[in-house]
């Protein structure tokens, strides 16, 4: 997915325990809904995480499915984790992956990776659906610049917590004691939790940055009830639970140390540097694929995502 710079969320703040409260606006892709709640006008990061895409849920009868042509990325890594459904992931690393749900694919771009995502031609065969998270997570200025790399990790790699009502996996960082076995470069937790009618979870007190985001279903927190579609981020330290509603809850936690370095965001760049994706954006356009920085994914090398003339009329923004 790309970021789009007219596309922001609402915000209110009515609970106590609250920083801040996001309600994403719906945005239909043809026939696709996504829901985007970070980067937001008030709150552009949650820890390291800078982008929050909740994609569908969207059912497709034959030969429909997603498209998202060859784009480029600097100064980040995305997160790709599915509920329902599947992508075929190419990059110009020569990566090719298919996901599904369960998996996590983590890609950093360090200084420029290209790559696509799409529907593979044996699932638009037959009625299929679609549901699941794309998230970014902005890179140390100490790695914005080193290569791009790749990994792929099955469901039963990442940690798995049980407990009277709750069903969680960690799918980034550490928390509660574990330690996923994705490389990560900074301080970060990410987890996609089920919660039984009624049961309660602890959000983790080790982590600076705090955030929940309902996926399905609601909570209560601090005696007010939030429904699915919802970002929650809370303040550090205090001692928090989530409890899930009648018909119980999904919820992604996310989080981790801020960034102690000013961060921009453009497009599908972010940097602690204007001068790097202004560059980016250069190298983008001149569209030289054999020498240039950026090179097209082997096997999905016929179209790319152009920059539009509309978006060349913004500028880069301060992630605060």
Request: hydrophobic content about 35%.
């Amino acid at each position: 997915m790309s970021w789009n710079p007219t596309h922001s969320p609402e915000l209110q703040s009515d609970n106590a325990v609250l920083e801040t409260l996001i309600i994403p606006r719906a945005r239909d892709l043809g026939g696709f809904e996504v829901r985007r709640a970070l980067p937001s006008v008030k709150r552009q990061l949650v820890g390291p995480f800078i982008f929050f895409d909740q994609m569908g849920p969207a059912e497709f009868i034959t030969d429909g499915g997603i498209d998202v042509r060859p784009h480029p990325h600097i100064g980040l890594g995305t997160v790709t984790y599915l509920y329902q459904g599947e992508f075929e992931h190419r990059d110009s690393l020569g990566t090719h992956q298919m996901i599904y749900p369960g998996e996590v694919n983590w890609m950093v771009a360090g200084r420029g990776v290209t790559h696509s995502e799409r529907t593979s031609e044996e699932t638009r065969g037959k009625r299929h659906s679609l549901f699941g998270i794309q998230t970014w997570i902005a890179l140390p200025e100490a790695h914005e610049d080193m290569p791009p790399d790749f990994e792929h990790h099955k469901q039963g790699a990442l940690p798995h917590i049980e407990d009277n009502g709750v069903s969680a996996r960690l799918i980034l960082g550490s928390a509660y004691g574990e330690t996923s076995p994705v490389t990560m470069l900074s301080d970060t937790f990410y987890l996609d939790v089920r919660l039984e009618p009624g049961a309660a979870f602890p959000l983790p007190d080790d982590h600076e940055d705090r955030g929940v985001y309902v996926t399905q279903g609601s909570v209560e927190i601090a005696g007010d009830m939030f429904e699915e579609g919802r970002m929650m981020v809370f303040r550090p330290g205090d001692s928090l639970s989530v409890k899930a509603g009648p018909l119980g809850a999904r919820l992604m936690l996310l989080g981790g140390a801020t960034l102690n370095e000013e961060r921009y965001i453009w497009w599908n760049f972010v940097s602690s540097s204007k001068e790097k994706i202004e560059n980016a954006t250069r190298e983008w356009k001149a569209a030289d694929w054999a020498n240039g920085a950026f090179h097209l994914p082997p096997g999905d090398d016929q179209e790319f995502i152009p920059i539009s003339e509309d978006l060349e009329r913004t500028k880069p923004r301060r992630a605060r």
